[in-house]
């Protein structure tokens, strides 16, 4: 299990810590840093200042929303910075939901998630192979464009610039389970927004056809401290904002997962209090016991302990988010890595 950095996104502005945290990550042995975006800072901006200030660890968008670029767009990010960085770029997606894709992209949610996802992936691959000018009868993402309120001038094109890599790594954070089972036939890769190692039974069923080089690269929040309750605060804040906030009453992935996960009446209360501006309140309701399953939390002892049932299931990376150099450093010893 190889160890990665997860950044996220800015809050209100940038975070003074990320380029120095990368740093020592690469110096520690990982193997990778990851940058996210919302609606605030892009992905792929500070993942380039990243690149430019390390020169092994590899790095990814975890995740890039598809809903901000065209595929082909970030296809171009994704080549770009591939050269830039000498081959060390990984490209994670993620489809988002209604309220943000409508609501901040001012697009509409795909009727067909599942086909806007497979076709945008197509035509990202046909931009990084080369092999052809990109042409997709597609629903969502059509190339050329033929639609009634276009020119009909559209031509198929390629990119002039050569890609590094033809088969750039290409991952997605899927959530739902069939969502999840079209990721392991179509990417490289799969981004569990929220993993525990009590609860792989969960996921079973949609990664029973997982090729052996597929990755599966879930985030966690890891500090080490003594007390456990006050760690696991910033994780309660994180699961109150998405399962509360991060989409509509009636239609929030996360709240949908952590449901499946065995916590449904807890999701719907958490999503009750939000939405009725009671957002300590709903911080409150997470369960301690889900938030301490996906995260690493608590004295050096009982992290390692925790690692133990990481590595007995199928995840290849483990991505932490740690929030300061004494975690990256504990979980670089009791992870083995290669500097």
């Not at 890769?189 to 996921?203: A, D, K």
Request: with cysteine; aromatic share 8%; hydrophobic share 45%.
């Amino acid at each position: 299990m190889r160890l990665g950095l997860a950044l996220g996104y800015w809050g209100r502005g940038p975070n003074p810590h990320h380029l120095e945290l990368a740093q020592l990550a690469e110096k520690l042995g990982y193997d990778s840093v990851w940058t996210a975006e919302s609606w605030g800072s892009d992905a792929f901006t500070a993942l380039t200042w990243i690149a430019a200030h390390t020169s092994r660890i590899r790095l990814g968008t975890a995740v890039a929303q598809m809903a901000a670029r065209t595929p082909t767009a970030t296809a171009m990010h994704a080549l770009t910075l591939d050269h830039l960085s000498g081959g060390r770029m990984m490209l994670g997606l993620g489809l988002s939901g209604p309220q943000v894709v409508e609501g901040w992209y001012g697009r509409p949610f795909p009727a067909s998630p599942l086909t806007a996802t497979r076709e945008y992936v197509d035509v990202v691959r046909q931009v990084l192979r080369r092999k052809a000018p990109v042409e997709l009868d597609g629903r969502f993402h059509p190339h050329p464009y033929r639609g009634p309120d276009g020119t009909g001038l559209g031509k198929p094109l390629k990119p002039i610039t050569h890609p590094l890599r033809a088969e750039l790594p290409i991952l997605l954070g899927a959530e739902g389970p069939k969502n999840i089972a079209q990721t392991t036939r179509i990417a490289d890769g799969w981004l569990p927004l929220y993993w525990s190692p009590m609860r792989t039974n969960v996921y079973e069923a949609s990664l029973a056809a997982v090729p052996d080089t597929f990755l599966i690269a879930p985030m966690a929040q890891a500090r080490v401290c003594d007390d456990i309750a006050e760690g696991l605060l910033p994780v309660k804040a994180m699961l109150g904002f998405y399962i509360g906030g991060m989409g509509h009453a009636a239609r929030n992935f996360h709240a949908d997962l952590m449901a499946r996960m065995g916590f449904e009446a807890e999701a719907r209360r958490i999503q009750e209090l939000f939405l009725q501006g009671r957002r300590d309140e709903a911080i409150a309701a997470v369960p301690d016991a889900f938030a301490d399953e996906i995260s690493l939390v608590g004295p050096r002892e009982r992290i390692a302990e925790r690692l133990d049932l990481w590595r007995t299931g199928p995840v290849t990376d483990l991505l932490v988010t740690a929030p300061d150099p004494n975690t990256l450093r504990t979980l670089a010893e009791l992870v083995p890595t290669s500097p």
